[in-house]
């Protein structure tokens, strides 16, 4: 009985073996796998490289467009404080006129150089009221009168300011 059971086993064995003989037979078609597989990775390799080429454009376009950008915001900062600037100016021009209009009705006498300051704020802030409240407006001060007191004045050494 060993020997019917060994003979058997042996003949397994011889199965198992040819059955192993027969995949690798078939396994010759190993190389095709692997060159089916070397194919689908230098695919891959390629896939990957043109994503990174694509990745490298899109980031070219995107430094481009963040320049471009950085630009156009400078430029409207340089233009906003160019602007502010000429608002500044325009103001400064606004009260140099105002101070000058009102300085030429001190010097008719219709404004007193007492009230120069609140002169100049309403010529400022609401130019026809100005207009209307002094434009017909009579001296209330001979001016005449007044430069005959600054001469007198300046004569006996004392300082006359008009404001």
Request: with cysteine; charged share 40%.
């Amino acid at each position: 009985m060993t020997e019917e059971k060994t003979k058997e086993q042996y003949e397994k064995e011889i199965a198992d073996l040819k059955q192993q003989l027969e995949d690798a037979n078939n396994d010759n078609n190993f190389d095709d796998l692997k060159t089916k597989y070397e194919n689908i990775i230098e695919e891959k390799n390629n896939e990957i490289t043109d994503l990174k080429t694509d990745l490298e454009e899109t980031r070219k376009k995107v430094d481009e467009t963040v320049d471009t950008l950085k630009d156009e915001v400078q430029q409207r900062l340089d233009a906003n404080e160019e602007y502010q600037r000429v608002l500044e100016t325009v103001k400064e021009l606004k009260v140099e006129q105002a101070e000058t209009t009102v300085d030429t009705y001190i010097r008719k006498g219709v404004i007193l150089p007492a009230q120069r300051e609140t002169a100049v704020k309403l010529c400022l802030n609401d130019n026809d009221t100005f207009t209307d409240l002094y434009k017909d407006a009579k001296p209330i001060v001979n001016v005449e009168e007044n430069k005959s007191q600054r001469i007198n004045s300046l004569a006996k050494g004392l300082t006359y300011f008009d404001e």
